[in-house]
């Protein structure tokens, strides 16, 4: 082909990295994979993280006081006398009897319905606290204790450690979920990238006798699988986003199950994917693309 | 050759340091090479290349000469001795001024070793990519220079659709494109017929005249023999004497080679 001058002017010059071929191909799909797993368990994170919050807040919102009657006092007049002490306490916005036909029906599941009459069930009363600044177990047993009346509090702090034991559990198992797909992806960026440079051994070669700087042919490579792994990224968020939505709008208004609450926002959790994907696979290709490099003389 | 190449050629000598006090381009001290636990390649091998000079290395097969002209390009490190180019001692170097030293060479590989996915301009115009240079900055010249080594209508062909002929010229055009002080060539005429042998070591007598200095590897002895050039011969990983190729031994300052391999008149 001759070479007028306007050939000349449009000249650009091409990639020397030679375009990508079916090894390639396959590590797009490996850490589509990767990301659309990782995707999945964020979103599943974020809405465990929720339903932890919710019960650890319906928690703190209430407390339980068991009552005990003092010599010739009815079960039902202590109790009487305990709400109506924990009602005018600060930070208590309800306090109430529990009904004895309550009391049983909470208890009926695990007792059976057979021995409850001969049972002698313990007197409760409910006490719905201020969500904003709720009243502590103390204030309460002071109120009980000023208005004459045995009882011991419980502020559900038992349970709520378990919750947020619970809650925390999650959070590090997704986070070392996260940890443990990253480094899956970054060693098969790794295990590309040493097929690549291996593939393409020659080319490395005359690059580096030529005269290019190890950054620059670590470049190269961080370029190309920063693309593959950014677009790998996309397709897999992209999914784990269609698969959580369809789980939503599948499972009613309350997310996939009621007791794994998800919400539309929590899909944009998938968005930053792409670039983190990126950039593991920047990291891994510059690192092996160097101590390769650096086996050269 | 024609007026313009011949400016082209005379701008290549003009723009290049050839003037430097320090003459040694390339120094060689008691050099030995081994690859792993193999006998040694090269054998105390010891000599100094000067400013200027053209020097063919020549020997039989297996001698030793491409693992020679490997420790002078800087893709192999000897095992023991002590290798200076351009006045400084290759061991002392760092590893980041390594690439700037490789840009002082340009090298002619034994199997071109082109890279089949770019064009014959892209190929030709690499050294000069990889300086960090703007394309627009070099595209004129690189066409010239491929021009001038006869591939002006072959720009945007693909090496592997070009003759023997044709890929020897355009890697001889990549190794002097960023203008080295030092062109090293192994075994340019291997593979081409006698007519494109001579005319690919006037090239390289051409570019000798315009300030570089030049090796040539080649066990081809009549080749070697019509140059009347210094030979540096290699036998058995030993450098001999090489009176017997019809060149000084010693290589010193370059004698104005009166070969048969003077410049082309006549355009190819």
Known sequence: MSVSPGNLQRWKPGPLLPREDDREVSLGFVVAVLCFLACLAAVTGLAANRAADGWARQLRGEATVQVRPRVGETETAAAGRAAEALAGVKGVSEAAALERDKAEKLLKPWIGEASLKDLPIPQLVTVELDPRHPATARDLKRALDMAGVDGDVDDHSRWLTDVERSAGVVRWGIAGLFALMAAAAGAVVAFATRAGMAAQKDLVEVLHLSGARDDYIAGLFQLRFAKLAALAGFAGAAAAALAMALLKSLGGGDGFTPVLPLAWSDLLAVSPCPLVAATVAVLAARATTLRLLHRSP | ?268
Not at chain 2, 59 to 66: F, I, L, M, N, V
Not at chain 2, 130 to 155: C, F, H, I, N
Not at chain 2, 171 to 199: C, K
Not at chain 2, 200 to 207: N, P, Q, S
């Open chain 2, 1 to 268: 050759m024609s007026r313009n190449a011949a400016d082209h050629a005379a701008s290549l000598g003009a723009e290049n340091e050839f003037s430097r006090s320090d003459s040694a381009v390339v120094r060689f001290e008691n050099v030995g090479l081994r690859y792993g636990r193999a006998p040694e390649v090269l054998k105390d091998v010891g000599f100094t290349l000067t400013t200027g000079s053209f020097h063919f290395l020549t020997g039989p097969s297996g001698a030793g000469k491409s693992s020679l002209l490997k420790l002078i390009y800087l893709a192999n490190r000897p095992t023991r001795g002590s290798v200076a180019l351009f006045g400084e001692d290759v061991e002392r170097l760092k590893r980041k001024d390594l690439p700037a030293m490789r840009r002082r060479i340009g090298v002619v590989f034994q199997e071109y070793r082109l890279l089949d996915h770019l064009s014959a301009f892209d190929n030709a115009a690499l050294p000069l990519r990889l300086s960090g240079r703007k394309p627009a900055s070099y595209r004129e010249d690189v066409a010239e220079l491929l021009t001038w080594v006869g591939l002006g209508q072959r720009m945007h062909a693909l090496p592997r659709t070009l003759s023997g002929g044709e890929q020897q010229r355009l890697a001889i055009a990549r190794a002097v494109v960023n203008r080295p002080e030092l062109i090293l060539a192994d075994e340019p005429t291997g593979n081409v017929d006698h007519e494109m042998s001579l005319r690919i070591i006037r090239l390289f007598v051409e570019l000798n005249r315009l300030g570089c200095t030049v090796v040539i590897a080649s066990h081809d002895e009549e080749l070697v023999a019509r140059s009347r050039m210094p030979v540096l011969y290699l036998d058995r990983g030993r450098l001999k004497r090489a009176a017997q190729m019809g060149a000084e031994p010693d290589p010193g300052p370059d004698p104005e080679p009166e070969s048969d391999y003077g410049p082309e008149d006549d355009e190819r």
